[in-house]
């Protein structure tokens, strides 16, 4: 156990709907990172939050958008679901400091119908 | 542009039989040599960072080797237990850059 929670586990939805997922970081850990992974791309960066600001954004589409609260958990909203957003995304966190190890969540499976 | 590249893409052994998986790497900056162990449908596990070339960290029976172009996850006497994917990535500033990964099946 990596002590990042995610929260849900799965989610099936249609498309054009929006769907929002949470996780909790480590215990002390202010870093939060988004990735997403489908069997043809591998595990892609979308975003990072630092202490609740943005940090970092990577391949993140207009249509996704995240944010980190003052209790450090975070939440990644998807809007206007295709059926090319359907893969797991994984929540991580890490410590203070550039590349600290990551420490990844169980992930949420999404199935966009 | 950072590129991450792992190999073999599948790998099957039988208990006991040792091997290595390679991550070679071309990054402006390398900021960490990560691999990890995936098992079907759960997250990502951290295994070993490496920081320079020469560096080498052991675990059971994974051993971590890293030069200035590649990384090597040696597996010496594999069980069962060990099938998994093992991902490898490069630290880039924020975000690690991951390959698509080596899928190990070990076979009794």
């Known amino acids: 156990d990596s002590g990042v929670t995610q929260t849900p586990k799965h989610l099936i939805t249609a498309t054009g709907q929006r769907v929002t997922l949470r996780c909790s970081p480590r215990?002390?850990?202010?870093?939060v990172y988004w990735y997403q992974q489908s069997l043809d791309q591998g595990l892609q960066f979308l975003i990072q939050y630092y202490n609740g600001e943005e940090r970092a954004k990577g391949n993140i589409l207009e249509r996704f958008s995240a944010q980190q609260f003052p209790d450090l958990h975070s939440e990644l909203n998807l809007s206007s679901l295709e059926l090319g957003d359907s893969a797991l995304y994984f929540c991580?966190?890490?410590?203070?400091?550039?590349?600290?190890?990551?420490?990844f969540g169980p992930g949420t499976r999404l199935t966009v119908l | 542009e950072d590129q991450v590249t792992q190999s073999p893409e599948a790998l099957r052994l039988q208990e006991g039989e040792s091997s290595s998986l390679n991550c070679s790497y071309t990054?402006?900056?390398?900021?960490?040599l990560f691999w990890y162990r995936q098992d079907p449908g759960k997250g990502p596990e951290f295994l070993f960072t490496l920081y320079s070339a020469g560096e080498e960290k052991e675990k059971e029976r994974l051993k971590a080797t890293l030069t200035k172009k590649e990384s090597f996850l040696h597996i010496t006497a594999p069980k069962p237990e060990d099938s998994a994917t093992y991902l490898c990535a490069v630290g880039t500033g924020y975000a690690l850059n991951f390959g698509k990964g080596t899928s190990l099946l070990v076979t009794p």
């Open positions: 215990s002390g850990d202010l870093s």
């Open positions: 991580a966190s890490s410590g203070q400091g550039l590349n600290n190890e990551q420490f």
């Open positions: 990054v402006s900056g390398l900021r960490g």
